[in-house]
């Protein structure tokens, strides 16, 4: 009656007698299996199905006739292994024999999404390292090849076509061979099938299965058909890389085994591993980007200092606030003082007492009034002269008439006033004379009196006519200067082009690195007018020739032909009067700027919608940036932190951990998931996970700290709830199986006479797994006990040489695969606790065997210094992977390969020995190479 109500169930049912051998198979039971009925009844039932429970408890339980629930085994088909879901039932014949129903589930896809799925979590996690492209691409590779795929590509999409960005193989010799057939044969964008198709359409290309038969369709050269042989290609996806919806690339999976074909599941795994893959690169792309901008913006710095630096004139510059921000080297050539902080200290120090008051009125006032000021003052040079010197003060202001930088000059006017000043005396003195004269010489006054005034109106205007020369020849050589000048400093402005107009807009000076890129020439323009030059051009910027030359002074942005982008401030030129005498006009070239302003807003975007809070500080723990996730994890806004001290969200009792902090990234070291807590605004403490990582300058020297912190508070309950629920199971089991223990030890004595051989091995084997129980049960409540800070250290002294004899012959006797070897040495006195240091060699002595398939030897050697014993137990077995060796010590670890999946184990001895070691100030690690074994130890201070 059963069997026919199995036989029309669409769930694979399989029936199986007290042996294990299968006594029944619906029609879904052997379409799990792969076989006919009569290929799967009276076979072991795990022959078909293995147990991937540790000792394989649930074969025992099936054996013994014990019902299970959705319980892991292995499926055995002929076309590759996959994983099921077992529950059964069991039901009683009419006869009395009792028969036990399987109800299978195939859940191998399952398995094989969570597989692809926590892969594609690990890759995602390695490309967030990836500062740069190539960086990127390696992160791919190593991702991809072998486990996933046997060929691996990325083609980016350019004007000219498909460019191979990665190729990626097991096989070098293979991967010069494919760069040599690519290059031979080109991806055809033109056609309507393969790279070209996907490129169109924007959707995958999937292939499960090539065929012969395929090839020979799409490829009719026959030397390229032989040639694409060579792949192997078995099963092929092209997956499009888009960026912004637009296919940007390429990436190419070929499998050549021909147990490995390509399902829907691995075709979900490409495109999700492809978006990863554009995600990455425009992320690896960006960060290349702005460091390219920091360091262009980093020249054009040095450029305008090596200008100011050239210019004859005291130069510097200051903040919208007043604040000095820098000297020129003529500064610090006239005072003597080297170093910007020390002449900044100083520098009215340098201004003439008589001077000094009116100074601190005018430039206040300045700024205030945000116009421009000049004023004459006396400053001493570095041999105590005093010199004075002309001060013009100019705020530099952007489009929105905001002020963004004072330039200050200060030329030395100290001979023109002195000449000045005797040219005024000397006027002086020879008033007093013809005084006199005139009151010796009354009588001759009537009769000279017309020649007199005469000869003082000839003697003026000498005076005037001389001053007037020498004026007139000092003006010519300080505007011969000042052109001179001006045509440096314009053409040392990178990109720009600078003009000057007159009142009727006729050129007077045209100049800077732009001209011929904007179709100027200097010598063709210069004291012409632009509407000779080219009517179209000057109607079209007449308007703004009129309203500076009306003293309007603005910024306008203008875009060329070719698409570049111009910034043109227009400036009035103003004699003493306030009159304008002409215009200058100043265009700088700012596409760049405004992609970087493009770029930069793209990195804002993500920072902003990270999940983590994202801070950036200085290296004095000043706050300089604070994202969206810092304000809800923490609770104060931008406004509350950036400028603030990071201690503010700092636990008291945690203060030294910044000190630390800091030391290490003023070393260039990289702070990496480093656990503890932080204040919020409201009190509370987090548990956060930080990653810090130091900022650095364009010469490589650190300047400041980019922090990233995760709440981990929930992950931290988490932990805790599952420790004590591991604690309270662990003792709950501990009364049953002292009981269980306690009645096999009775049944083995009792049972020490029997003639029943099968009773006396299943007693002593049953004895052996409630021994593995009780230490398994042991791991958990230690691990239990550790996280809750109870793990007590109880210390004697010990001789450990005789304790590790001691262990290494017990081992011998139990161990009847493998020999155990000791290197012996003399009596070591450790102050240890004896017990627990006993379970550290014991697990690692353990482990080896575990380890180390076949009858391998292991080696125990123990040797000291004058402050440590080391301990050290070599296996020749299976080895450790590079990539796990830092791991192993880690809870409930442990090592993920085909030839470890059969050795049961927790992944809680490693861990538990590591603490116990470090409880001790000791110090615990492993060597070791995949495929030649490993070796391990530890070290105990003497």
Not at 11 to 30: E, F, K, L
Not at 192 to 197: I, P, W
Not at 574 to 587: F, I
Not at 732 to 738: D, F, V
Request: charged share 25%.
């Amino acid at each position: 009656m059963l069997k026919s109500i199995y036989d029309a169930s669409p769930i694979a049912t399989i029936g199986i007698d007290a042996y294990g051998s299968v006594t029944y198979a619906n029609p879904a039971g052997m379409m799990i299996s792969g076989l006919e009925r009569n290929e799967i009844v009276g076979r072991s039932l795990f022959s078909l199905y293995e147990d991937s429970s540790p000792d394989r408890l649930n074969e025992g339980k099936l054996l013994r006739q014990e019902a299970i629930i959705d319980q892991e085994f292995i499926i055995k088909r002929k076309t590759g292994r996959g994983w099921a879901l077992i529950s059964s039932s069991i039901n009683g014949k009419s006869e009395g024999s009792i028969q036990t129903f399987l109800f299978i589930k195939d859940v191998s896809k399952l398995k094989k999404k969570e597989r692809l799925f926590s892969y594609l979590i690990q890759a995602a996690t390695a490309f967030t390292k990836a500062r740069d492209t190539s960086v990127a691409l390696d992160q791919i590779a190593h991702f991809i090849v072998p486990t996933f795929a046997d060929w691996f590509t990325i083609d980016q999409l350019t004007e000219n076509g498909l460019e191979l960005q990665l190729l990626k193989h097991a096989d070098k010799k293979k991967i010069k061979w494919a760069y040599t057939y690519r290059k031979k044969y080109p991806p055809d964008l033109s056609s309507n099938s393969g790279s070209a198709l996907v490129i169109k359409t924007g959707k995958p290309g999937f292939v499960p299965i090539v065929h012969e038969e395929m090839l020979d369709a799409l490829i009719t050269d026959p030397i390229q058909r032989k040639e694409i042989r060579k792949i192997g290609l078995r099963s092929v996806m092209v997956i499009p890389i888009k960026h912004e919806n637009k296919v940007t690339g390429l990436v190419n999976f070929i499998s050549s085994d021909p147990e490995r074909y390509f399902d829907e599941t691995d075709l979900e795994f490409a495109e999700n591993f492809a978006n990863l893959i554009g995600l990455a690169l425009e992320n690896a792309r960006l960060n290349e980007a702005a460091a390219n901008e920091l360091l262009l913006r980093k020249q054009q710095e040095d450029r305008f200092r090596f200008l100011a630096d050239a210019i004859p004139n005291m130069l510097w510059t200051s903040r919208p606030s007043g604040e000095v921000s820098y000297y020129n080297q003529q500064w610090h050539n006239y005072t003597g003082i080297d170093g910007f902080d020390a002449l900044k200290e100083k520098i009215w120090d340098f201004l003439h007492p008589d001077d000094r008051a009116s100074a601190a009125v005018e430039w206040p006032k300045a700024m205030k009034n945000g116009k421009p000021t000049e004023s004459e003052h006396r400053l001493m040079r570095h041999d105590g002269v005093y010199r004075w010197h002309l001060s013009r003060f100019v705020p530099y202001k952007n489009g929105k008439g905001e002020i963004e930088l004072w330039v200050g000059t200060s030329t030395d006017v100290h001979d023109q006033k002195a000449s000045s000043i005797e040219l005024a005396n000397a006027n002086d003195q020879l008033a007093t004379l013809n005084e006199e004269l005139s009151a010796a010489n009354e009588e001759l006054a009537s009769v000279n009196e017309e020649m007199a005034a005469t000869n003082e109106e000839l003697a003026s205007a000498n005076e005037e006519l001389s001053a007037t020369n020498e004026e007139l020849t000092e003006a010519q050589i300080s505007l011969q200067r000042s052109e001179a000048l001006f045509r440096s400093i314009a053409l040392n402005i990178p990109k720009s082009i600078v003009i000057v107009i007159d009142k009727s807009h006729r050129y007077i000076m045209v100049e800077g690195d732009l001209i011929e890129k904007m179709g100027y020439d200097r010598r063709n323009y210069e004291g012409k007018h632009p509407a000779e030059m080219s009517p179209e051009r000057y109607e079209a910027s007449k308007y703004l020739y009129e309203r500076v030359i009306a003293g309007e002074q603005f910024s306008v942005e203008r875009k060329s032909d070719t698409g570049e982008t111009y910034l043109v401030h227009l400036v009035p030129l103003r004699n003493e009067n306030n009159e304008v005498y002409a215009g200058l006009m100043v265009a700088l070239d700012i596409s760049e700027i405004k992609q970087a302003e493009e770029k930069s807003a793209k990195l804002a975007a993500i920072v902003e919608s990270s999940d983590d809070a994202i801070v950036s500080k200085t290296l004095d723990s000043i706050i300089t940036s604070w994202n969206e996730s810092a304000v809800r994890m923490f609770g104060y806004t931008a406004e509350e932190m950036i400028g603030q001290t990071i201690y503010k969200i700092i636990p008291a009792d945690r203060n030294e951990e910044e000190t630390e902090i800091l030391s290490r990234l003023k070393n260039g070291e990289r702070v990496k998931h480093f656990e503890t807590q932080r204040l919020t605004k409201d009190g509370r403490l987090l548990d956060v996970s930080l990653t810090i990582s130091p900022i650095k300058d364009a010469q490589g020297l650190v300047i400041g700290a980019s922090k990233i912190a995760r709440d981990i508070t929930e992950k931290k309950l988490e932990e805790q709830r599952k420790n004590d629920f591991i604690g309270m199971v662990s003792h709950e089991l501990r009364t049953p199986l002292t009981t269980l223990t306690a009645v096999m030890q009775i049944a083995g004595n009792k049972l020490k006479n029997s003639s029943d051989s099968f009773l006396i091995s299943a007693v002593a084997r049953a004895n052996v797994q409630v021994k593995r129980m009780n230490s398994m049960i042991n791991g958990f409540l230690d691990v239990a006990r550790l996280e809750a800070g109870k793990m007590i250290i109880e210390k004697q002294l010990f001789d450990l040489a005789e304790l590790l004899g001691e262990i290494v012959d017990e081992m011998n006797l139990i161990v009847t695969t493998h020999k155990i070897n000791m290197t012996k040495s003399g009596p070591v006195t450790v102050n240890a606790d004896y017990d627990k240091i006993s379970s550290v060699i014991s697990n690692l002595i353990g482990n080896a065997v575990k380890y180390s398939p076949g009858r391998q030897s292991i080696n125990v050697s123990c040797r000291s210094d004058a402050d440590f014993v080391m301990v050290s137990v070599h296996d020749r077995g299976l080895g450790i992977a590079a990539q796990e060796l830092t791991h192993v010590f880690d809870r409930y670890y442990r090592v993920n390969a085909e030839h470890t999946r059969h050795i049961s184990g927790f992944g809680i001895g490693l861990y538990l020995s590591a603490e116990i070691i470090q409880n001790h100030g000791g110090r615990i690690w492993v060597e070791s190479e995949q495929g030649k074994g490993s070796t391990f130890h530890f070290t105990l201070p003497l």
